[in-house]
Nanobody, 133 residues
């Protein structure tokens, strides 16, 4: 079964940076044909959409809480989607995971709302990001 594998998480001080990666595990997936969303969930909090990128890499969406600090990107040659996290704050502490979904070549702010597991074609288990001094 094809799943996604996230990596790049860790412990970082406030103001620090991390770069998360999302890649398929198992048979080749060709992530380039899917829109990909990054989501996060902190203990005791609801799942939160962080950023989404369309299958055609158009008009990425960002949650207000991360705008100007996080950047989503895709490397088609490596079949990997990245999430660059800058100026991290303790409130960013969470498990971050990625998930694929279908689109029409673009994404809207609605992609930041987690639609339920059945909406997504593939997802990973997540990578822990901890921001603490």
């Amino acid at each position: 079964q094809v799943q996604l594998v996230e990596s790049g998480g860790g412990l970082v001080q406030p103001g620090g940076s991390l770069k998360l990666s999302c890649k398929a595990s198992g048979i080749p997936l060709a992530l380039e044909y899917y829109a990909v969303g990054w989501f996060r969930q902190a203990p005791g909090k609801e799942r939160e959409g962080v950023s989404c990128i369309s299958s055609e890499d158009k008009g990425p969406q960002y949650a207000d809480s991360v705008k100007g600090r996080f950047q989503i990107s895709r490397d088609k040659a490596k079949d990997t989607v990245y999430l660059q996290l800058n100026n991290l704050q303790p409130a960013d502490t969470a498990i971050y995971f990625c998930a694929t979904f279908g689109d029409w070549g673009y994404v809207t702010p609605e992609c930041l709302v987690y639609q339920g597991d059945s909406h997504y074609h593939h997802r990973g288990q997540g990578t822990q990001v901890t921001v603490a001094s």
